[in-house]
């Protein structure tokens, strides 16, 4: 198992920014993707973002892909989530997650088997 500690959420302007960090311990960090999921007020969870073990590949959901960005530093045992252009209906908590399996790639919640408490984003209009 992997500890997870978001940090970062907080409330913002609509067409603001603000980063989020995930910090890891427990196992080898740099074997595993790592995602970010978020779920809104009364709604499912849903992937965000995700980034492979080393970095070669991200993938986006359609609704942040060009204002977000994910990243990670191996050395740190740390993953990040910029977010920019933020609008209302990003407004959720937002979940690290980190994979269930050494190299394994995945963006749904099933791929990952360690979850963070969840850091809330706020956006208001």
């Known amino acids: 198992q992997v500890q997870l500690v978001e940090s970062g959420g907080g409330l913002v302007q609509a067409g603001g920014s603000l980063r989020l960090s995930c910090a890891a311990s427990?196992?080898?960090?740099?074997?595993?993707?790592m995602g970010w999921f978020r779920q809104a007020p009364g709604k499912e969870r849903d992937f965000a973002a995700a980034i492979t073990w080393s970095s070669d590949k991200t993938y986006y959901a359609d609704s942040v892909k060009g204002r977000f960005t994910i990243s990670r530093d191996n050395a740190k045992n740390t993953v990040y989530l910029q977010m920019n252009s933020l609008k209302p209906e990003d407004t959720a908590v937002y979940y690290c997650?980190?994979?269930?399996?050494?190299w394994g790639i995945g963006i749904h919640g099933a791929d990952f088997g360690s979850w963070g408490q969840g850091t809330q984003v706020t956006v208001s209009s």
């Open positions: 427990g196992r080898t960090f740099s074997l595993y993707t």
């Open positions: 997650a980190a994979g269930r399996h050494p």
